[in-house]
């Protein structure tokens, strides 16, 4: 199962489920893919689309997903890589009025350069093509702090810029 989460952002997120259904079309991988979609509208053949799940759920959903394909946002990046999961992040941008700034792919290179995930900011498909030889790095954080941080600056209202 492929899960892919787009986050609970205010912005509509449509691209990287295009980029989905482009995959889907193109490779026709044997998965069954299930979207978050958050505050996206978007309706698909070939994605099963749940509106919201509650935090519970979401960890059920990284924990089954052979791949999960994620927004860039830190919290849910990190819980995929916790759970040593073959990730594809696709960061948010600006010019598509996904979000503010370009702060996600600062992320998103640093994490992929690391080696704990694969960029599809750009196109899902040619990260998928790299899965079969890409074995995510080992989780080495030491604690939590990344998603007790996220909580606190989400609380406050307050959004990451890398």
């Known amino acids: 199962m492929v899960f892919i989460t787009l986050g609970t952002q205010g912005n509509q997120f449509p691209r990287c489920l295009q980029m989905v259904e482009e995959l889907i079309d193109t490779l026709h991988p044997a998965h069954e893919f299930i979207v978050q979609l958050g505050n996206t509208h978007y309706t698909s053949d070939t994605i099963k689309c749940l509106e919201y ?3 519970n759920e979401f960890k059920e959903y990284i924990a089954k997903a052979d791949v999960v394909i994620s927004h860039a946002g830190s919290g849910a990046l990190f819980s995929a890589i916790q759970k040593g999961k073959k990730c594809i992040a696709v960061a948010r941008l600006k010019k598509y009025n996904e979000m503010l700034n370009d702060h996600q792919t600062e992320l998103v290179r640093k994490l992929s ?3 704990y995930i694969l960029d599809g900011t750009y196109s899902i498909v040619d ?3 790299k899965l ?7 989780n080495d954080f030491t ?7 996220e909580k606190l600056l989400n609380k406050w209202g307050v959004e990451l810029k890398m």
């Open 113 to 115: 350069q690391e080696g």
């Open 143 to 149: 604690c939590g702090i990344p998603s007790e941080v």
């Open 132 to 138: 079969d030889d890409f074995t995510p790095r080992e």
């Open 127 to 129: 990260a998928w093509e």
């Open 53 to 55: 799940v509650a935090e």
